[in-house]
């Protein structure tokens, strides 16, 4: 049972702004709480949204995005409800990282999460067996974290169980946000993100990865709010979708030979750009040791075929980094 303590009532109809209040007892503050922000947007019946972001403390343009709207939605606009969290890993968000200063916990690694166990736990847990219940479509906002740079995609998440009509369903929904890539993922061994969590209720789930390189992309902003602006059209919350959407390119991710490696510590030399299109065996990159310039590089290669979607950022590397990350084509 969570100990989690909202502030706001999630029935009340109109706008409130408020607080999860986390608790989080220490030395110096013994009753405690993290003020977790939400706001709660309800215009009588309709879809029941939940938008979030700082899942990840360091993918910011969903930060951004939905504090804004927080700040200039007026419940008379729209019809349905909104569930909206700007910072969903608070702490995290506070410091600008990807997992809890607090507890070390990465709250897209940790659902169904723990209601007695650290703060990214607790909000996993509240998360899954408060929030979700409540709604029948989420939407999360990445930004690759400090670590990554992206090729931007929206995302939409099945499971092995998941119905013909909530695929479907999933599907139109992502495809309608103008977003170019569209990557699906097929959630067959995963249980501990958010997605599996919103597989595991029922609930469509939307995500997207933005940004990267621990920087604000001011395209990425564009794209979070216009994902947001035809999610809520979509849906029939707020708006109109305009017509002659152009069809985006659907995409995924098919298994770990997607996944490129570095091999040992060093300085890593890409030889790809994001979008570049590669097939097995293709140069990755070399990881080079400056440090020793005697020594050769040793090459690094692609495992599997497809579009470079996301690059490592920073240039050192330690033995097992993910240095680069395709995706292919996808029929559906
Ligand atoms: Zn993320």
Redesign the pocket.
């Known amino acids: 049972m969570t100990q989690i303590i909202p502030t706001v009532d999630f029935e009340q109809e109109g706008k409130q702004i408020g607080w999860l209040r986390v608790p989080h007892s220490v030395t110096r503050s013994a009753y405690g709480t993290l003020p977790l922000p939400i706001a709660v947007i309800r215009n009588g019946p309709g879809a029941q949204v939940m938008l979030s972001a700082g899942?990840?403390g360091d993918?910011y343009e969903g930060q951004i995005v939905l504090t804004r709207l927080i700040q200039q939605l007026q419940p008379e606009q729209i019809r349905g409800g909104l569930i909206i969290l700007p910072a969903l890993n608070l702490p995290a968000v506070l410091a600008g990282t990807?997992v809890s200063p607090l507890d070390g916990g990465n709250l897209?690694r940790v659902f169904p999460g723990d209601a007695a166990g650290g703060p990214t736990w607790k909000i996993a847990d509240f998360v899954e067996n408060v929030l979700l219940p409540k709604v029948d479509v989420i939407a999360d906002f990445?930004?690759?974290?400090a670590s990554l740079d992206y090729r931007p995609h929206a995302s939409t998440h099945f499971g092995p169980d998941s119905s013909q009509e909530h695929k479907q369903r999933s599907l139109d929904i992502v495809k309608a946000l103008g977003v170019p890539h569209v990557m699906v993922f097929e959630r067959r061994n995963k249980v501990i993100g958010l997605p599996d969590a919103a597989i595991r209720r029922g609930v469509v789930s939307i995500g997207g990865?933005y940004g990267g390189m621990g920087r604000v992309s001011r395209s990425g902003v564009q794209l979070v709010q216009q994902a947001v602006d035809r999610l809520l059209a979509a849906l029939g919350v707020k708006g109109e979708l305009p017509a002659g959407l152009p069809e985006p390119r659907i995409l995924h991710i098919y298994g770990p030979a997607a996944y490129a490696y570095a091999p040992e510590p060093g300085l890593f030399d890409p030889a790809t750009d994001l979008g570049d299109r590669v097939g097995v065996g293709d140069l990755c990159g070399h990881v080079l040791f400056p440090e020793n310039p005697a020594r050769d590089p040793v090459p690094v290669n692609f495992e599997g075929e497809g579009e470079v979607v996301c690059k490592r950022h920073p240039g050192r590397v330690e033995a097992g980094d993910c240095v680069a990350h395709l995706a292919a084509t996808l029929d559906v």
């Open positions: 899942n990840h993918e990807r897209n990445h930004g690759g974290g990865e």
